[in-house]
Each structure stands twice: as structure tokens, then as C-alpha cells.
């Protein structure tokens, strides 16, 4: 397993995590994802990636994430949550194919 597929499981798996603990619903392609990444699946894996909205209208941050623990504030949630999207984004986005130029 590559370093950078292990920082994209890592990424993955935070990400779900707090969506999850913060009860919200975790898209399904974000889960198949994941599972892909597990299994070496890369090119499977940047598929469901691709069908993943990060944001936006119906993304992963069109969302409130609410205040479960006592150290949280709304401020504080919203901003893990965007900077735990941005994360996911960036390190998925390593295995997405490079564009060459003809």
C-alpha cells in the first residue's frame, strides 16, 4: 500500500467518522469509497471519489453538524467539518489521473 493511499484511508475514515458522530448521513459513495481504498481498489476507489459532492447544494457540507460534545461549539463543527472535506478532497484527488497535454 502506497503513503498516500494510507493518508486517503485516513482521510476517509475521519471524515465518516465525524459525519457519523455528529449524526449525520453518510453518503453512500463516501462509504464505497472507502471500502474501495481498503481493498487496493485505487481506480474503483476514484470512481465513487467522483460521485462524491464536497460542496455545494447537496454536498458533504450543505449540512449543520450540531454540537455533540462539550468542548464543541456550532463555529468549531462547522469548520472541522469544511477542513475535514478539504482534507479528503485534496488527498483523494492524489490518485485521480493526470491530464496530458497533446
Not at 472507502?34 to 450543505?62: C, Q, S
Amino acid at each position: 500500500m502506497s503513503h498516500h493511499t494510507r493518508m486517503q484511508i485516513d482521510a476517509t475514515r475521519a471524515l465518516i467518522k465525524f459525519i457519523t458522530e455528529h449524526r449525520g448521513d453518510v453518503d453512500a459513495d463516501l462509504s464505497k469509497c472507502l471500502d474501495a481504498l481498503e481493498k487496493g481498489a485505487i481506480e474503483r476507489a476514484v470512481e465513487y471519489a467522483k460521485m462524491v459532492k464536497p460542496h455545494g447544494m447537496g454536498g458533504l457540507t450543505d449540512w449543520f453538524p450540531p454540537v455533540v460534545y462539550q468542548n464543541e461549539s456550532k463555529e468549531y463543527v462547522a469548520t472541522v467539518l469544511h477542513a475535514l472535506v478539504n482534507h479528503w478532497c485534496h488527498m483523494i484527488s492524489l490518485s485521480f489521473p493526470k491530464e496530458t497535454k497533446t
